[in-house]
């Protein structure tokens, strides 16, 4: 039975796309709490929750994204910020400078 929530241009898209590049898709897409604080500010901050461990982290960050390459191609490059609390990457940002993390309490927690 058909999926009737994918749109033509969708299923078209996934037709055109090597398997390897929509199952990175996917794994873009999986769901993430983050909110954004002061944005209209010289320093922003974000709370997310860890990708890993979902450990509620506060991080102020500053500046533009910095574009460089990625396989040859121009790229915005992603700074990685490290999780206090199981010390994998919690997620990436895509701005000039990371300026501090602070682990709290997630507010998504129930
Ligand atoms: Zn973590």
């Known amino acids: 039975m058909a999926d009737t929530s994918v749109n033509p241009e969708q299923a078209y898209k996934s037709q055109k796309a090597s398997k390897p590049h929509t199952q990175k898709l996917e794994s873009a897409e999986r769901f993430q709490h983050i909110k954004f604080l002061d944005c209209d500010k010289p320093v922003s901050r974000i709370i997310f929750e860890c990708w890993h461990c979902f450990q509620g982290i506060i991080c102020e960050y500053t500046g533009e994204p ?31 400078e990371v300026l501090s993390k602070t682990a709290i309490p997630s507010p998504w927690e129930q």
């Open 66 to 96: 910095v574009i460089g390459e990625y396989k040859g191609r121009p790229s915005i490059i992603q700074i990685p910020v490290q999780c206090p609390n199981c010390e994998k990457t919690a997620i990436k940002l895509n701005t000039g």
